[in-house]
């Protein structure tokens, strides 16, 4: 017999106290500070990321944006504050619990990190080296068959199985994107960090880039963060958008009333920590 969440089987309503998937954040970033010398990036930023959606990440150059991303896949060490993944903390860590519970966050840059005269499929399947013995990753050929067979679905996802042989080089920016996209679906992130990952991309190439990443957020459940600099973009594709300022949280709001001033207001704040 199936009983519906927060009923007993005799029909009862009972207090259901787990809080729901879609409530706890996927990635919740709370009073977050980096400093580098001579300089104060982040102040005290304070950024959730829901479970399913795009959230776009706008702020002026030097805001603390990327720095605000590298912080959660471990790629510049925070002064201070909580990351949470999944509720989980992941500042302080180390060790296998940090990398266990980093495995479910990606990120994907504006210069795309892929191996270019490697095969596509093996540059997806590298996605999952994280859980494979040392020699996979020098021995691409010693990927396992189930690997192989999950990359292939990732590849799916992204709607470029049929260039799995090919060798990276030979695709487009825009399908190199999509690639690093399924690289980390093959990772098994369910949280995407991707710093500005149109803006080396003709409009047609960055229409399909933030179109798979709004289909995978919205339909499949990721919870994508996406630095973008053109705000049409993230009306058109975010589910939320935050403002990054001086290392601060400015706004977050829903895109349809993202303002003028909002944006006035942003590009105005200019760079470095109040
Ligand atoms: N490793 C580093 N060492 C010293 N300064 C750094 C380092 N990384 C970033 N910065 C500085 O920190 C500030 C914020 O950089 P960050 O890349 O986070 O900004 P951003 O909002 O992503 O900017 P942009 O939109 O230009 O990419 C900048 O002034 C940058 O020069």
Request: proline fraction near 5%; include cysteine.
């Amino acid at each position: 017999m199936s009983v519906s969440p927060g009923r007993s089987a005799g029909g009862t309503a009972v207090a259901d106290r787990s809080p729901s998937p879609e409530a706890v954040p996927s990635l919740s970033i709370t009073g977050l500070r980096k400093s580098f010398p001579g300089r104060t990036v982040l102040a005290g930023l304070d950024l959730r990321i829901p479970a399913r959606g795009l959230v776009a990440v706008l702020g002026a150059n030097g805001s603390g944006k990327s720095t605000a991303l590298r912080c959660v896949v471990g790629l510049e060490q925070p002064d201070g504050g909580s990351i949470r993944l999944h509720g989980e903390e992941i500042v302080g860590l180390s060790g296998r619990e940090l990398a266990r519970r980093r495995s479910r966050a990606a990120m994907i840059f504006q210069k795309i990190h892929l191996v270019q005269r490697r095969s596509v499929l093996d540059n997806v399947c590298a996605g999952a080296l994280g859980r494979l013995p040392l020699r996979h990753s020098l021995v691409p050929a010693l990927f396992p068959r189930e690997l192989r067979d999950e990359a292939m679905e990732c590849l799916h996802r992204v709607g470029l199985a049929d260039r799995a042989g090919d060798t990276v080089g030979r695709l487009s920016g825009g399908q190199q994107q999509r690639v690093a996209v399924a690289r980390a679906l093959c990772q098994r992130a369910d949280v995407v960090l991707a710093d500005e990952p149109v803006a080396a991309l003709d409009p047609a190439a960055a229409t399909q880039v933030l179109e798979l990443l709004s289909d995978l957020a919205r339909g499949q459940g990721l919870a994508v963060a996406a630095v973008l600099h053109q705000p049409e973009l993230a009306r058109r594709y975010a589910d939320r958008v935050v403002g990054l300022a001086r290392g601060r949280l400015a706004f977050d709001t829903a895109p349809e009333h993202l303002s003028e001033r909002d944006l006035d207001d942003l590009y105005a704040a200019g760079e470095g920590a109040s």
